[in-house]
T-cell receptor
Framework: AQSVTQLDSQVPVFEEAPVELRCNYS??????LFWYVQYPNQGLQLLLK??????LVKGINGFEAEFNKSQTSFHLRKPSVHISDTAEYFC???????????FGDGTTLTVKP | DAGITQSPRHKVTETGTPVTLRCHQT?????MYWYRQDPGHGLRLIHY???????DKGEVSDGYSVSRSKTEDFLLTLESATSSQTSVYFC???????????????????FGPGTRLTVL
């Protein structure tokens, strides 16, 4: 069975600093990986996804993530954050042919001025 | 934005009463999902559907039932609501490619705005 661990529940960072949100997964088969963002009182929206091909994936709002199969990780990075990046971020994994995803518990990113 | 609506958006009910939440999509996507979101638990899958009248359980299905009689609608029912079912409920949709009965690709999910349910 697939599982996801987001290693940090809260990440405080100052504006314009770099940030990394960590995600590890567990699965015995091929996986698809996703990062979603949730702003207050809203649903989730996709930041980026890895389905196949290049292990470095670029998403919206300047975010990127790298798929590392040997370490079963999919960490999210941004070189310079803005106040508007304050939100909750969810990592999700889907096993090939599963048709459903498992979500991590979320990481709250707080960007301070 | 993907066309997904949820109704009601807010509901307060009493323990023991039945509650039905509705998810409606205009995207004609095959897959539909119901999640609950609670602090510290992320999103947990309740039930999902991979076609009309085709549904399956998720990790927290006890106390919930679902129905999908049309592609566009996916209903979540709490037969007898309990305080532990107080939560924010999200519907999501996804399109996947199915070839010879097997899923050959899987795409991201699109989420509705959520329903905040309080059971007193």
């Amino acid at each position: 069975a697939q599982s996801v661990t987001q290693l940090d529940s809260q990440v405080p960072v100052f504006e314009e600093a770099p940030v990394e949100l960590r995600c590890n997964y567990s699965s015995s088969v091929s996986v698809y990986l996703f990062w979603y963002v949730q702003y207050p009182n809203q649903g989730l929206q996709l930041l980026l996804k890895y389905l196949s091909g290049s292990t470095l994936v670029k998403g919206i709002n300047g975010f990127e993530a790298e798929f590392n199969k040997s370490q079963t990780s999919f960490h999210l990075r941004k070189p310079s954050v803005h106040i508007s990046d304050t939100a909750e971020y969810f990592c999700a994994v889907s096993e090939a042919n599963a048709g459903k995803s498992t979500f991590g518990d979320g990481t709250t990113l707080t960007v301070k001025p | 934005d993907a066309g997904i609506t949820q109704s009601p958006r807010h509901k307060v009910t009493e323990t023991g009463t039945p509650v039905t939440l509705r998810c409606h999509q205009t995207e004609n996507h095959r897959y539909m999902y119901w999640y609950r979101q609670d602090p510290g638990h992320g999103l947990r899958l309740i039930h999902y559907s991979y076609g009309v009248k085709d549904t399956d359980k998720g990790e927290v299905s006890d106390g919930y039932s679902v129905s999908r009689s049309k592609t566009e609608d996916f209903l979540l029912t709490l037969e007898s609501a309990t305080s532990s079912q107080t939560s924010v409920y999200f519907c999501a949709i996804s399109e996947s490619t199915v070839t010879s009965g097997r899923i050959s690709s899987y795409n991201e999910q699109f989420f509705g705005p959520g329903t905040r349910l309080t059971v007193l």
